[in-house]
C-alpha cells in the first residue's frame, strides 16, 4: 500500500482546493516547427542534462518537500527522467524538455529557483509552450484543468504557486518548452 498521507497533507496545508475551479486558457500559439526541434534534440542529445525529479542542494526547502513526498510515493529515476537543453538569453531562462514514454514530472508548484538564481529576480511567469503536436499521453494538468489535444506552438502561463504535473504515457516523445521571465508591459 502507498503512503501518500503525507503529500495529501503538504497538499491541503498549502490551501489548494480542486473543487474550486481555476482557469487556464491558452494564451495564443506560436509558430513552431517541431522537427527544428526534434532535430536539434537528437543532434545536441550529448549536450543535454537528464536529470530526474528528486531534491537537490541548490533548492528551496518547498521544492525538496515536494520532491521528497513525491519520492516516497514511489517518483523515481526510472520513471521521471527528463531530457532537457537550457537557454538563458536576455534574461530568459529556456529549456527544452524531451518527455519519452512512460515518464512524468510529478504534482508540484514552480520554485523557479534557475531563474532567480540566474538573475537575481524574484518576480517571473513561467510559460508552458507545447512543441510537438499532442499525441497519445501527452498531457499536462494545472489545478483542475488537463490540457491535451494541442497543437505545436499553444502556449499556456502556469501560474505562480499552482500544483500541476506533465506527462507522457504515450508512444512518441514529448517536447516542450519552459520559458521563464519577466513579463513587462
Not at 509558430?31 to 534534440?41: G, T, Y
Not at 530568459?92 to 540566474?118: A, I, M, Q, V
Request: glycine share 6%; net charge negative.
Amino acid at each position: 500500500m502507498i503512503d501518500n498521507s503525507h503529500f495529501v497533507k503538504y497538499v491541503a496545508d498549502t490551501g489548494t482546493d480542486l473543487s474550486q475551479h481555476l482557469p487556464v486558457d491558452r494564451l495564443c500559439t506560436l509558430k513552431l516547427d517541431p522537427r527544428e526541434f526534434e532535430n536539434f534534440a537528437n543532434k545536441h542529445r550529448h549536450e543535454a542534462t537528464v536529470k530526474w525529479y528528486h531534491p537537490r542542494p541548490f533548492l528551496n526547502a518547498e521544492t525538496n518537500t515536494q520532491a521528497i513526498n513525491a519520492n516516497w510515493i514511489g517518483y523515481n529515476e526510472h520513471n521521471t527522467t527528463e531530457t532537457n537543453w537550457g537557454l538563458d538569453p536576455d534574461e530568459t531562462l529556456l529549456r527544452l524538455l524531451e518527455y519519452l514514454p512512460g515518464h512524468s514530472l510529478p504534482l508540484h508548484y514552480d520554485g523557479k529557483e534557475g531563474f532567480k538564481r540566474l538573475y537575481g529576480k524574484e518576480n517571473s511567469t513561467r510559460f508552458f509552450v507545447a512543441v510537438s503536436e499532442w499525441d497519445w499521453g501527452h498531457c499536462l494538468q494545472v489545478h483542475d484543468n488537463m490540457i491535451a489535444n494541442w497543437k505545436s506552438g499553444d502556449t499556456y502561463i502556469i501560474p505562480d504557486g499552482i500544483f500541476h504535473a506533465s506527462a507522457n504515457f504515450g508512444i512518441a516523445p514529448k517536447y516542450t518548452i519552459t520559458m521563464t521571465g519577466e513579463v513587462h508591459e
